[in-house]
């Protein structure tokens, strides 16, 4: 610290004072009843911490602060039942969750199910209907050939008494048409 002006070489109570003249006066501090300011300062605590004290300032803190506390802990009690409701329900809308999810899957198993079941309900319908429709042909089919040989029949039988007819009538004369009816008669 050589460079360092005279000024701050010189301890703080020792800074002295120029009057007009120039001449340096030394700085002197205040004291009262002989005591120094830093000894007013003490005092001065002391009374105000015995004031304190007096006016149960200590209890006073200390009553709000375990107000606060109490406080404090009854947020953190309800911040916790908060927590635990709200654990609760996020539980039971998982358990929803998944319950919904197995109703689904439930629902779609059901579907596919009932689809098959309608799908083979359809298959053994329509079986059971070509069945149906094909006895039914068939049943058709022998009716007309019935109704074929019938008619046939009717036809032959049509032809061959016209043919009869035809045949009595060219080779049966009276005679013969007696002497057949007194055959038939003796016959009966």
Do not use: C
Not at 13 to 38: M, W
Not at 47 to 57: A, F, G, H, P, R
Not at 174 to 179: D, G, H, I, N, Y
């Amino acid at each position: 610290m050589s460079n360092a002006p005279a000024i701050l070489e010189v301890e703080p109570a020792e800074v002295f004072q120029a009057d007009a003249l120039g001449e340096h006066i030394p700085h002197i501090d205040p004291t009262a009843f002989g005591l120094e300011p830093y000894q007013w300062v003490s005092v001065s605590m002391l009374v105000l911490i015995l004031v304190m004290v007096w006016k149960k300032v200590p209890g006073l803190i200390a009553g709000g602060l375990d107000a606060k506390i109490a406080e404090i802990k009854q947020q953190l009690d309800e911040a916790k039942a908060l927590r635990r409701e709200a654990e609760t329900l996020r539980d039971e809308y998982a358990a929803k969750i998944a319950g919904a999810e197995k109703d689904a899957e439930a629902m779609v198993e059901g579907a596919q199910r009932e689809a098959d079941s309608i799908l083979e309900k359809a298959e053994a319908d329509s079986k059971s209907m070509v069945e149906r429709r094909k006895r039914m042909a068939e049943d058709k089919i022998a009716a007309a050939e019935r109704d074929a040989i019938d008619q046939v029949r009717a036809s032959v039988a049509n032809a061959a008494t016209i043919a009869s007819r035809k045949l009595i009538a060219e080779n049966v004369d009276a005679e013969a048409s007696t002497k057949l009816a007194d055959e038939v008669i003796a016959s009966i």
